[in-house]
């Protein structure tokens, strides 16, 4: 398995853009993480989903974040409009949920400047 | 509320042992976790724990846990400078599932 795939690697864009940032979970994983990292706050959950079914989506920031799960191999975070405060690193992880230790396998990450 | 903390920063010559810490809240988690994040790149599960073990050893890698304090460290030995990274702690906050609640990270530097 090719892991956790995330586009993009970078994304540099201007204050009130859209922005779409796409993850491809594991194959046979039944639960998916967005997670964003910042120097400030460190390693926030954002939104988790089970079965495609979001869970908790008490992290994120406001109105202006959405997250989607049409498939159990596709998510999408969407960000609009953006705005500087929203530069992080935004990390998406699954996992097989199904009793025992829940392993999350996170991928490389999507670096977001919104300038 | 879901709070685990870490000490920020920890600087370790080559070939010592180095001793990573965390606090959690939740008394209920099952399990906890140690992750490592090279620069650049994803976190990578490096141990975890089951909250009926005090210990648990992997390698180089130590796992201690107190329950009662809910205090959890990790202790790698004979560090080497590969080792240096961020170093997360995590707990499985068991109120809403799976749902798991990462540490600030501790960043461990190795001087040759």
């Known amino acids: 398995d090719a892991g956790v795939i995330q586009s993009p690697r970078h994304e540099v864009t201007e204050m009130g853009q859209e922005v779409t940032l796409r993850c491809k979970p594991i194959s046979g994983h039944n639960s998916l993480f967005w997670y964003r990292q910042t120097m400030m706050r460190g390693l926030e959950l954002l939104i988790y989903?089970?079965?495609?079914?979001?869970?908790?989506d008490s992290g994120m920031p406001e109105d202006r974040f959405s997250a989607k799960m049409p498939n159990a191999s596709f998510s999408t975070l969407k960000i609009q409009p953006s705005e500087p405060r929203d530069s992080a690193v935004y990390f998406c992880?699954?996992?097989?949920?199904?009793?025992?230790?829940?392993?999350?396998?996170f991928g490389a990450g999507s670096r977001l400047t919104v300038l | 509320g879901e709070d685990v903390e870490q000490s920020l920063f920890l600087s370790v010559r080559e070939g010592d042992s180095s001793v990573i810490n965390c606090t959690y809240t939740d008394s209920s988690s099952t399990y906890l976790y140690w992750y490592k994040q090279e620069p650049g790149a994803g976190l990578q599960l490096l141990t975890y724990i089951f909250s009926n073990m005090d210990m648990k050893q992997d390698q180089r890698l130590t796992v201690l846990l107190n329950k009662k304090d809910k205090h959890l460290s990790l202790r790698i030995a004979d560090t080497q400078t590969g080792d240096s990274a961020i170093y997360f702690c995590?707990?499985?906050?068991?109120?809403?599932?799976?749902?798991?609640?990462f540490g600030a990270g501790t960043i461990l530097r190795v001087k040759s």
């Open positions: 992880a699954s996992s097989y949920r199904g009793g025992g230790a829940n392993v999350l396998t």
């Open positions: 995590a707990e499985n906050y068991m109120e809403y599932g799976n749902k798991l609640v």
């Open positions: 989903f089970n079965n495609n079914v979001p869970i908790d």
